[in-house]
Every structure is written in C-alpha cells, then in structure tokens.
C-alpha cells in the first residue's frame, strides 16, 4: 500500500523525493536510463507520464516532451510494456500521470486493472476533478490503487475536506497557481497553504510545481512529505544528459 | 457532487484543481445574469446601441430563382459590429467580467473573427487583452491579426502542437491558470468546460430569436429547414435555439475539406472518424486516434477547423434533434462564388458552409417550402484565401508590386 510504503521511507528520511518522466521522450532507451539513475540517486517514488496531445496542466518544458514523445510514435501500448518492466525491475513506487482521455479511452475499469496488473501503485490525473471521476474512482479503488488528488492554493477549506475524505496513498499539494515548470516563490504564504492542506488531510502531502533545488527542499523539510520535480530534471538531461540527472538528484536527497 | 453542465452523456467540467474556484465563481455570476431580467435588457440594449441588432433577415430572390425549389433567406450576422455572430458572445461575457471585478480577458481564435470581436469589447470596456492564435492561422488570417493589434491586443502565435485552433486554447488554459485572479477567459464558441457551452448558445440565442420572429413578421409562417456551419457550433446554437420547440428541420454543416474519404476534414458528427473523447476540459466527439491522441483536421476555413464540437450539438446529433452534413472545399467556394455573383453578399468562408449545405438541398424542396441560411460573418477577411483558390492573375500582381514598394 502507498500510504505504508511512504511512512515507512519517512523513518530514513524527512522528505521523500518523487520525480516525474515522460515515456517516450526523448526514446524509451533515454527514458530507461533516466529511471535508472533516479533510482540509484535515491529517488523514491516517481511519476510515469503516458503522453497526450493536449497535456493542458503543463508547461512549456512537459508539453514539448509530450508532442516529441508521440511524435517519435510513443503509443499507450508502449507506455503500458515500458512501465511494466520498470516496476519489474525498480524497487520503488511506480504511478502513471496522463490526462482523462487516455483512460477513458482505454476505458476506466480496463485501465485500472491493467495498472494493477503491472504492478503500478496508483495515479495522477489532472483534469479528472473528483465530480467527475466516480468510474475512475471506483474501478482504481476495486484494484487496490491510489488515485491521487490535489489541493491548490485557491481549494476552500470545505472542498479540501471533501477531498481527503477520498484521498489514498498521498495528496498531491500545487505550490502555486499556473502550470508546471515556472518559478514557484517559496513564501510565507505557502507555508501557510501547507498547514491548511496538512489539517484537512490525514495522508502525506506531496508539494509539486516549480520545485528545483536544495533550497526549496529545505523549505519543504518539516512542512510536507515527498516534494516533486517535475521540470527541472527535464532541464538538467535536455543540457547535460541522462548522466546529469544523478548528480542532480543526488544533490537533493536527504537522509532524516 | 455536483453533475452540471451535461447534454446527455456530453459537457462536464473536466477541470484541474486550480481552476474549480475560477469556475465556480463564473458559474455563480452567469446564474444570476441568466435569471435576472434586467440583465438580459442591458445585454439586448447593448448590442442594439453598439452592434447593430437586430442584424436583418434578407430575402435571397436570385438564388431562390436560381435553384427553384425553396424560398431561401439569409440571417445577416455578417452585419453585426466586427462582422460576425462573435460580437454577440464577446459583449455578453464583457458583461460578466465588469461584474466579476477583473481587468483583463484572454481569448483564443482560429479565423480571428473572435480575436477581432473580443479586442473590441476589451477595448470598449478597458480591459487588458491577449489574444493566443495558432501559428497557421496567424499565416491565413494576417488582416484580422493586425486588426487586433490596433485594437489594443497582444496577439500571441502558438507554436505548440498543430499551430491550429485547438492549440491556441490550450495556450488560453494555460494562460488563465496563472492569471485567473486578475483574468477572464472569453471562450470564443460553445465548447470547453462548463458554463461556457451553455453560457455561450445563450448569449448566440440572439440569433434565432430574433430570425424567428422576424420570418413570422415577413412570411408569416416558420421556416422549414435551418442551416448553419458548425465548427465549434456557436452560431448553429444561435440561429438552432429560436426554433427548438417548432417543427422545423436543424441543418449543420461542418467542414469537409478535402473530402471525408481523404481524412482531410474536421467532419466530427457527419463522418464516422470522431469517438466520443475528454480533452479541453469537457466531454464531446474528437476526431482522435484508438489511443486518444487529438488528430490534424483540415479546412480551407481556419474557424471549422477545430477538432471538437459544442457537447450541445453532439447530444442533438445522438437524439437526432439537428441532422449533419457536410460540405468540401471545393463546394464551398462555389458557394461562395454563386452567392457573391448573385446577391451581392460575401459570406465567411466559414458561412460558405452552410450555403453549400443549402444549396444541395434547396433545389429539392418545393417553391413554397422555407429555408434559413445563417450567414454567420462576412468574407473579407478570407481575401487571400479566397484570391489563391480562384488564382486571380490582378490580385496576384497587386500583391507582388505591394511587396515590392516594402523591399524598396
């Protein structure tokens, strides 16, 4: 169960670390080999992006990785087989990030049994709001699964508590307005954001959105569970390659 | 849970977080404009003061004559300030933005018509204004891009994806989950998450009740058929609306490009191409690949070139309350030409559509038989399309020397 696993790591450390990739992007070998290196830097969860053409929650850096991934014929099935043989082979959670259609598509209970199936712990689904999720709700829940839900700065207190009450695994917390990848102002602000997310939530909260270095990290420390980067190890293998990625990564885990 | 905004199977808010506030204060604002009297008076007194309404319904003799068969009259949207049925939706939702307190709309646009009507009324009301538009369209659609800088807007080309349409509103998403405090995203038709299906045929609603009354006023009976293009389907809604409880027969016709056979269209209801898809924050026919992925369409109209449909038209099209055809290139700007040579009138290329749609049909309805064509814009803007499709040698000329006199 994610939720375990995650209080399990929170004994070796104060802030767990999730990454995120686009399957596909640059090529499946590419993808692989950042999995790789994450994993051996200390990563301990990460995010699996199954590519959509219309990725509307994310920025620049995502979206080109997106378009690129299936342009270079990045198709579900592959996403599917690549996944599995990570999970396969990585001692680490595994979720799938993609937008709603990809799912649907593929049809909700079929895609829920079959993330179970190879072995992945749950799922992120921007823009598949809890009014509109009750299939995938249900048919990720009959597999065991988390279906992971998020707070924003702007979520009421009431809808935050509506949330949690469906919340499994962890919550996924955005740092700030906007789309993935722009510079996220760690303020007083969002420390308070936090506070409010972690009393109308009983599960670890995940802070995602701009965060890039030790600095933010050290901000997360005490006030979160699992901070996530997204973007920025993009960044880092677009300008130094896969290799660069390790030593990013290894420059922010942290040891309790 | 809520369950808003649905047509049948189609509609929903597919929204990120972010977003739900941004939208639940939208929904509450046009509640209360919908069902305040007083609203709709302003919303009517403004486009009667400023846009020209209501726009006239004009008797088409020569093509009446020309095809024998149906008596065939034109809903003039083309008359409408900025010269398309956009000012109706652009007006109304800056009514909504000066009683939400913000500053600034965004919008996307495909033929520019909607960029063009959404930087009048920024203009008009004082407001902020960016306008995203795919890289392609700002190609086809120069005149209309320029018109919106001199307005005042900011015209952005999108770069991302197919440099189209849909790509543009992904850009105006992501613009407006930044800015969505200061902001306000003026949808330009009947898609997306909702209200803004409803939001938008209500405020098009225009259309048809005035074309309604005004047939009664000049026939003195309704019409048999009416037709409209349907790209994302605003102006079928529009003039559709005035007539939903009457017997007559709905017509849209979308863009078939090169042809249904060819995969060159944006033919979501009237071929068998597009599946039933969630993408841009609502639930509709895309014309999509097994796997989900959004395909090209193609149109020589920039504005039907969309790769989903209003989920109001694809609930009438599954209860078969409006019928859907088709018309492709080709037959649109023979459309364009007959219409032009024997009424005098220029219609959009988008509007050709529905004209070509018409004309298949008018000949084989009798002589006391009714129909409604809706010109939703006017064609100037489509001059360099239209000009390279005819291979008009003056034109040609014009330009070279034009281009020459910049280079000296």
């Known amino acids: 169960m994610l939720e375990s696993y995650i209080r399990d790591k929170q004994k070796q450390k104060d802030l767990l670390l999730m990454t995120h990739i686009v399957m596909g992007y640059p090529s499946f070998d590419d993808s692989h080999a950042m999995v790789k290196h994450m994993v051996a830097a200390g990563v301990d969860l990460m995010e699996l992006q199954i590519p959509f053409s219309e990725p509307m929650a994310d920025g620049p850096v995502i979206l080109k990785a997106n378009q690129k991934a299936l342009e270079q014929g990045a198709t579900v099935a592959k996403c599917l087989a690549f996944a599995k043989d990570m999970a396969a082979r990585y001692p680490i959670p595994f979720l799938f990030m993609t937008y709603a259609n990809i799912p649907y598509r593929f049809g909700m209970a079929a895609f829920a049994k079959t993330t179970a199936n190879i072995g992945l712990t749950g799922a992120i689904v921007p823009d598949l709001p809890m009014e509109e999720g009750a299939e995938y709700l249900q048919a990720m829940k009959k597999n065991q699964l988390s279906p992971i839900q998020m707070f924003s700065p702007g979520t009421s207190d009431a809808r935050m508590a509506q949330i949690a009450s469906i919340a499994s695994g962890f919550i996924y917390c955005l740092a700030r307005k906007g789309v993935t990848g722009a510079q996220t102002d760690l303020s007083d602000d969002l420390a308070q954001y936090l506070a409010r997310c972690r009393k109308a939530a009983s599960v670890p909260l995940a802070v995602g959105f701009g965060i890039k270095d030790r600095a933010d990290m050290d901000f997360l420390a005490g006030r979160a569970d699992i901070a996530v980067i997204g973007s920025e190890t993009i960044r880092v293998m677009e300008k130094g390659g896969v290799a660069a990625v390790r030593d990013f990564i290894q420059g922010l885990s942290r040891s309790a | ?408």
């Open chain 2, 1 to 408: 849970m809520k369950h808003r905004g649905y047509y049948g199977g189609f509609g929903g808010a597919f929204l990120p977080e972010i977003l739900i506030p941004t939208f639940d204060e939208l929904v509450s604002v046009f509640e209360s404009a919908k069902t305040d009297p007083g609203f709709r008076n302003q919303y009517e007194t403004l486009m009667a003061q400023y846009s020209g309404r209501p726009t006239p319904l004009t008797f088409a003799a020569n093509l009446t004559r020309h095809f024998d068969g149906a008596k065939i009259y034109i809903k003039r949207e083309d008359l409408n300030h900025t010269g398309a049925h956009k000012a109706n939706n652009v007006m109304g939702q800056g009514l909504l933005v000066k009683k939400m307190g913000k500053t600034r709309v965004i919008a996307e646009t495909g033929a520019g018509q909607h960029g063009v009507a959404c930087a009048t009324m920024a203009a008009k009301f004082g407001f902020d204004c960016t306008i995203y538009m795919g890289e392609k369209d700002v190609m086809r659609q120069r005149p209309n891009v320029f018109w919106m800088e001199q307005l005042g807007a900011t015209v952005v080309p999108v770069t991302d994806g197919t440099k189209i349409l849909k790509d543009a509103i992904n850009q105006a998403f992501r613009d407006w989950v930044t800015n969505m405090d200061t902001t306000h995203y003026v949808l330009g038709t009947a898609c997306g998450p909702h209200p803004f299906p409803e939001m938008v045929a209500w405020f098009q609603s225009i259309i048809g009740i005035e074309a309604k009354q005004q047939i009664l006023d000049l026939e003195g009976r309704l019409p048999d058929r009416v037709y409209a293009c349907v790209g994302g389907g605003s102006n079928a809604l529009g003039l559709f609306a005035g007539f939903l409880d009457d017997p007559v027969e709905l017509v849209g016709v979308e863009a078939g490009g090169k042809g249904i056979d060819t995969g060159f269209h944006a033919a979501r209801l009237s071929s068998t191409d597009a599946g039933a898809g969630i993408a841009q924050g609502y639930k509709t026919y895309f014309l999509q690949d097994d796997d989900g992925q959004m395909k090209e369409t193609h149109s020589i109209s920039a504005g039907l070139d969309y790769v989903g449909v209003s989920p109001i038209l694809a609930h009438m099209h599954e209860t078969k309350t409006a019928r859907f055809e088709s018309a492709t290139d080709a037959e649109v700007v023979d459309a364009l030409k007959l219409t032009m040579r024997s009424e005098g009138i220029i219609p959009a290329l988008e509007s050709a559509h529905a004209f070509a749609g018409a004309f298949r049909e008018a000949p084989t309805l009798s002589r006391d038989q009714i129909i409604i064509i809706n010109q939703s814009g006017r064609g100037d803007k489509d001059i360099f399309t239209v000009a390279d499709v005819l291979n008009d040698p003056e034109w040609k000329t014009f330009i070279q020397t034009k281009a020459a006199q910049y280079h000296a």
